[in-house]
T-cell receptor, first 115, second 114 residues
Framework: EAQVTQNPRYLITVTGKKLTVTCSQN?????MSWYRQDPGLGLRQIYY???????DKGDVPEGYKVSRKEKRNFPLILESPSPNQTSLYFC??????????????FGPGTRLTVL | QQQVKQSPQSLIVQKGGISIINCAYE??????FPWYQQFPGKGPALLIA?????SEKKEGRFTISFNKSAKQFSLHIMDSQPGDSATYFC?????????????FGTGTRLTIIP
């Protein structure tokens, strides 16, 4: 089944304790992104990657890191989480289509609470 | 700066009625306008999308109306059903820009009541 998977789905942690949220896609997509969803703010892009070893900042990158060492994986790293990073996180992937629509396929989400 | 403004924030519609959600954008370079549907506990999924070279696109009960001069587009759900209850996000993008970045609206929580 073509899908984007994220782990963990739920995480409660404390301020300053480093954590990683994994994301994996099995569709051989070139593009991958991380978004956070907050009430009243919609979905905001954190980081994106156009291919292996190519990453760049989105709209709200502060406090996050990413890496893209393999095409299928795009982990999100919070080196020192803070309460304002409590949010619902989504990983998404999309194929590189010349001139085509860029439908993004989203994972099921990771609900993170930072105490 | 919010580049895509969405309204209303929440909407209650009776079964069989028409649900209408509106979005306005600022960046005239946008050339791809999708709508995503999100059910509780799930990630958003593409519902329907439109390019600015047409004024309307219909897929079943879902229609996008697009007004390029006003920089507005809207989603119409005809004969709304309880199964349509979800959060809807409009979005905009520039095809081929490279980063595949979607700029999302703030979302509309739609509830269809019997």
């Amino acid at each position: 089944e073509a899908q984007v998977t994220q782990n963990p789905r739920y995480l409660i942690t404390v301020t300053g304790k480093k954590l990683t949220v994994t994301c994996s896609q099995n569709m051989n997509h070139e593009y991958m992104s991380w978004y956070r969803q907050d009430p009243g703010l919609g979905l905001r892009q954190i980081y994106y990657s156009m291919n292996v070893e190519v990453t760049d900042k989105g709209d709200v990158p502060e406090g996050y890191k990413v890496s893209r060492k393999e095409k299928r994986n795009f982990p999100l790293i919070l080196e020192s989480p803070s309460p304002n990073q409590t949010s619902l996180y989504f990983c998404a992937s999309s194929p590189k289509l010349a001139g085509g629509s860029n439908e993004q396929f989203f994972g099921p989400g990771t609900r993170l609470t930072v105490l | 700066q919010q580049q895509v403004k969405q309204s209303p924030q929440s909407l209650i519609v009776q079964k069989g009625g028409i649900s209408i959600i509106n979005c306005a954008y600022e960046n005239t370079a946008f050339d791809y306008f999708p709508w995503y549907q999100q059910f509780p506990g799930k990630g958003p999924a593409l519902l329907i999308a439109i390019r600015p070279d047409v004024s309307e696109k219909k897929e079943g009960r879902f229609t996008i109306s697009f007004n390029k001069s006003a920089k507005q587009f809207s989603l119409h759900i005809m004969d709304s059903q309880p199964g349509d209850s979800a959060t809807y996000f409009c979005a905009a993008n520039i095809i081929g820009f490279g980063n595949e970045k979607l700029t999302f609206g703030t979302g509309t929580r739609l509830t269809i009541i019997p």
